[in-house]
């Protein structure tokens, strides 16, 4: 089994920078896909980001380019979400998730194994 926890929530002023820690136990996180999701107030979970096992191939949902950036430290077993300028709308619970599949975690193919229990991002206006 494979825990999942995420951290680095809060609470910003729009325009605020937040950075998010996903930890994920397991001897083999290299070698897993990961990705971010968030889940605002009575809308559906929508994709993030996501990132290859070598961190190499990264994918983002259009609206969210240039803003957030996806990282990771396989030595740390951890994954990150740089997010800048934040905007009220980005208020949601962000959620990582790993897979255990191989290949590029392309947004709406990849299948997530495993789920963190979220962190809570309010952006204030």
């Known amino acids: 089994q494979v825990r999942v926890v995420e951290s680095g929530g809060g609470l910003v002023q729009a325009g605020g920078s937040l950075k998010l820690s996903c930890a994920a136990s397991?001897?083999?996180?290299?070698?897993?896909?990961m990705g971010w999701f968030r889940q605002a107030p009575g809308k559906e979970r929508e994709f993030v980001a996501s990132?290859?096992?070598?961190?190499?191939?990264?994918y983002y949902t259009n609206s969210l380019k240039g803003r957030f950036t996806i990282s990771r430290d396989n030595a740390k077993n951890t994954v990150y979400l740089q997010m800048n300028s934040l905007k009220p709308e980005d208020t949601a619970v962000y959620c990582c998730a790993a897979g255990v599949a191989s290949g590029p975690p392309a947004p709406g193919l990849y299948k997530y194994d495993y789920w963190g229990q979220g962190t809570q991002v309010t952006v204030s206006s």
């Open positions: 397991g001897r083999t996180f290299s070698s897993y896909g």
């Open positions: 990132i290859s096992w070598s961190g190499g191939v990264t």
